[in-house]
């Protein structure tokens, strides 16, 4: 074994492991969104904030990726992914205990706490960058989001094998499941090497470095910029589509059915992204996505049969993969290692904004206008992202 096998040796074995916990911990994800719905309906004072739960998790991503990302910066990626689990188990145990004494609120807290543990699990894709060689840090970042389809497949069969566990109470027993799986997931992260807190020497100078300064640098903005529109498009289109198709005469078996294949095509590309990033360029792989995204969004405004939505959705799901994990792998890039922490927060709360913003947009454009106008109003937002993105390498090409 050579001595750069022997370096990278620990990086890779680290990879497995972060896969593991991130395969196990996102498993939430799936049964909070169930939950969210399910258990608020049968909670809420009225119908109409049903969905409350829902929101109340999406907003936490806004509140919780900052503090967590500079938590990371200062105690460890490890320390930072046991602290998620936290949240996570005890998000799970006030859900449960919502379930028992009947309460809204409690239902509210539980939720928020799952939606800030989901944020901080966004930080694994960083995480996998950082402990492999240079030249595999696209690839790590593709596999890591591979984690997000097992999560997609398995979080509703255990769902479904555990929301009646509890009976007579209802949805208890999934909200057990999600503590039993926080507990579950932090096994891989105690055998994890060379993430413990970084120097003190380079949280000081992390510190003292000045965070607006690197934002104003052109790749790291355009990076950020380019993963908040991949988000917020995906978000966009993405929300409304059940609705849409309820409207025009399908099931809500047929919606949820086009959903999961566009889930499913959300995240089978990550087996391959990382790969074409590192053959053609992690801007090549983001043009490709948000011209996906257009296609997905003319396809989707061209007609209202079921394949059309069909077609559009896992379009669109392919057109995030290539847009978010190519925006993901141009950030990495572009930081040096005290600039993470803090610009990493920034741009996990600035996708967290654009999904919120993207959400509560689409239902008021389509109840307002109509599906065909939603989807053609994305198109500017793509186009404006690809040209600046171009204009961009243009003036870093002219410089240099």
């Not at 939430?28 to 409350?52: F, K, R």
């Not at 790749?219 to 309820?246: D, E, R």
Request: charged share 5%.
């Amino acid at each position: 074994m050579t001595i750069m096998e022997q370096e990278t040796q620990p990086g890779f074995a680290n990879i497995g492991l972060l896969l593991g916990a991130n395969a196990v911990l996102g498993t939430a994800l799936p049964m909070m969104i169930v939950l969210g719905g399910l258990a608020g309906l049968s909670l809420a004072p009225t119908e109409s904030i049903a969905t409350l739960p829902t929101s109340v998790s999406t907003l936490a991503g806004l509140f919780a990726a900052a503090p967590f990302s500079l938590f990371m910066g200062r105690y460890g990626r490890q320390a930072g992914f046991v602290l998620g689990a936290v949240f996570a188990a005890a998000g799970g145990a006030a859900g449960l205990w919502a379930m028992v004494q009947s309460s809204f609120v409690l239902l509210l807290a539980g939720h928020f706490l799952l939606g800030a543990a989901l944020a901080c699990f966004q930080f694994f894709r960083f995480a996998a960058a950082e402990v492999v060689p240079d030249r595999w840090r696209s690839v790590a970042i593709s596999l890591m989001l591979t984690s997000g389809l097992v999560a997609a497949l398995v979080g509703p069969k255990v769902f479904a094998l555990t929301q009646d566990a509890l009976l007579p109470i209802p949805f208890a027993g999934a909200y057990g499941a999600i503590i039993g799986l926080a507990v579950f997931g932090v096994l891989p992260l105690l055998f994890l090497r060379g993430m413990e807190a970084p120097p003190v020497g380079a949280a000081g100078e992390a510190a003292r470095s000045s965070v607006l300064t690197v934002l104003r640098r052109r790749p790291v903005a355009l990076a950020i910029f380019a993963g908040a529109i991949s988000q917020g498009v995906m978000v966009l289109l993405m929300v409304p589509t059940p609705i849409v198709m309820i409207g025009c005469g399908f099931d809500a078996t047929t919606g949820a059915q086009v959903v999961g294949w566009h889930v499913v095509a959300m995240f089978a590309p990550s087996f391959v992204t990382g790969f074409l990033i590192k053959r053609f360029g992690a801007s090549a792989i983001v043009y490709l996505g948000l011209a996906l995204l257009a296609v997905a969004a003319l396809i989707g405004a061209s007609g209202l049969t079921l394949g059309h939505f069909y077609v559009s959705l896992i379009i669109l799901g392919v057109g995030w993969n290539f847009g978010f994990i190519g925006a993901t792998s141009m950030l990495t890039d572009a930081l040096a290692p005290k600039e993470r922490a803090a610009v990493q927060g920034i741009n996990d709360t600035a996708i967290a904004l654009a999904s919120a913003l993207a959400a509560f947009a689409s239902g008021a454009i389509v109840a307002g206008f109509g599906w065909v106008v939603l989807t053609l109003a994305s198109l500017p937002i793509v186009v404006a992202t690809a040209v600046a993105l171009l204009w961009s390498g243009r003036v870093s090409k002219a410089h240099g």
